[in-house]
């Protein structure tokens, strides 16, 4: 998955840094200098919000640098904080949000060189920041294993990317998000200063790169928790009424004997913009995308009963030539309508365990043909509960902030994805303390992707 086509070219700009002393303090690292190429790279899938697209689209890093090693990283983060520049890490540049948008420019650091499987173990598995997502499950499967969850866009991002841009995905009506305790194992991180230092954090300490979006370190490996490799079944069900689809899922996500990977109600007319898929989506009818074990497969469909009609039900599939289940939910599902109308966006909501499916009902009848629901089935602090991307039929911000406050008055957790800043994206509209506090630690100037932690203050000097 590729973001748009950059099709606005404008002119170079001179840095405002000591780029050809940077250059010469990493001698022979590999880097990129052609600025179209340079800009191009400096971009993710932030165009998913037309408010963010209009504040990012000329966002640029001056320089991209490809470490080829751990060493390399050293060597760049010193040269930063030497020469006081800002640096930014970046992998496969699959976010939503401009995570890995340089907004001061600086250094890109791409840090998808950084492939290797350190060890894996039964349940364990230690790796480089830059190996996919895919790759890293090829490698496990073998020995019964693979991550225990992953984001729709498995096939191209990263672990490091995952880690510290995520929260959850695929596989989180099981698991939690990587915010659950036991997601996150452990993370080896370089400090941003003149003389860098390798950190390794572990249980609750490796928390504090998570979904930081690159501003707590340079993560250069981590340790994950793996999760049975089941043989899983894609099934697509078709309901008439939405919240009989919602409803049926939360059932299969309540289910503990059931084992599930994917629990996804969509309503109608969403599916209708899913390309291939449309033959397994009956007009008008809202469905529920599931990833089922084999072995559960006669209880799953034992739970949905006559409420719906199973459409689709094959073995899961993610290699070349096949677009996998998975890549049709959680914010994937947003992509597929984007396609082919650039009008729409979407939101990012949490809500409460303790009321859901009443919850669920009052947001729906709030905003009818304007905010089209689609869930995402998840445990949360040990409860089952919902996120959700809905579709939203945009107009202007200032009713997009209307429908966020509305949600929000009415319990309706939203993590905003049309702000750049951590703060400003987090559903407590703050900054971790943790995070904040290991900032100052390791990036003491402020030079990592600066602007994405509005509290931090740096140091003077």
């Known amino acids: 998955m590729n ?13 405002r840094y000591d780029i050809a002393g940077f250059k010469a303090d990493i001698a022979d690292i590999p880097l990129i200098d052609e600025p179209q190429v340079v800009r191009k790279r ?57 995570q890995a948008v340089p907004l001061e420019g600086g250094v890109l650091l791409d840090i998808t060189a950084l492939t290797a499987i350190e060890w894996q173990r039964p349940g364990a598995i230690r790796v480089q920041a830059g190996a996919r997502l895919l790759d890293i499950d090829v490698a496990t499967r073998p020995s019964g294993y693979e991550l225990r969850m992953h984001p729709s866009t498995k096939r191209s991002a990263t672990v490091g990317g ?13 698991y939690g998000g990587l915010r659950e305790p036991g997601n996150i194992l452990a993370a080896r991180v370089v400090t941003v200063e003149e003389e860098p230092r390798i950190l390794e954090l572990r249980d609750d300490a490796a928390q504090k790169v998570n979904r930081a979006y690159g501003t707590t370190g340079i993560i250069t490996a981590l340790e994950m928790p793996l999760a049975p490799a089941w043989p899983w079944i894609d099934v697509i069900v078709a309901f008439d009424d939405y919240m009989e689809a919602f409803q049926a899922g939360y059932d299969v996500a309540l289910a503990d004997g059931v084992v599930k990977k994917l629990v996804t109600p969509i309503s109608s007319p969403i599916p209708s913009y899913f390309g291939a898929l449309k033959q397994h989506c009956p007009a008008g009818k809202s469905i529920l995308i599931c990833m089922i074990a084999e072995a559960s497969l ?11 009609t199973v459409t689709y039900e094959a073995p899961s599939e993610e290699g070349p030539g096949t677009v996998p289940l998975y890549e ?12 082919s109308d650039r009008s ?10 303790d009321r859901l499916v009443a919850s669920a009902r009052e947001m729906i009848a709030r905003f009818p043909d304007e905010v089209l629901p689609h869930h995402e089935f998840i445990r949360f602090g040990g409860r089952v509960t919902a996120s959700a991307l809905p579709i939203l039929r945009y107009t202007t911000p200032e009713r997009l902030n209307e429908i966020i406050a509305l ?42 992707n600066p602007g994405k932690m509005d509290s931090f203050v740096a140091k003077p000097g």
């Open 3 to 15: 973001a748009v086509p950059d099709r606005k070219p404008r002119a170079v700009q001179p840095s």
């Open 42 to 98: 400096s971009r993710d899938f932030f165009w998913y919000s037309p408010i963010l697209n209009a504040e990012l689209a000329n966002k640029s890093a001056d320089i991209i640098v490809c470490p080829r090693d751990e060493a390399d990283v050293v060597r760049v983060a010193a040269a930063c904080a030497k020469r006081r520049i800002p640096l930014t890490v970046r992998a496969a540049g699959t976010g939503n949000y401009g």
């Open 162 to 174: 995952f880690v510290a841009g995520g929260s959850g995905g695929v596989g989180s009506v099981t």
């Open 298 to 308: 006669g209880p799953f469909k034992a739970i949905i009963g006559a409420r719906g």
């Open 328 to 339: 049709y939910t959680w914010n994937h599902t947003t992509l597929q309508w984007l396609k």
């Open 344 to 353: 729409i966006t979407y939101l990012q909501c949490l809500f409460p365990h």
């Open 407 to 448: 949600h929000e008055e009415a319990g309706v957790m939203i993590a905003n994805p049309h702000v750049v800043s951590l703060e400003g994206g987090s559903r407590h509209k703050r900054a971790d303390a943790d995070q904040l506090g290991f900032k100052h630690e390791v990036d003491p100037y402020g030079l990592l």
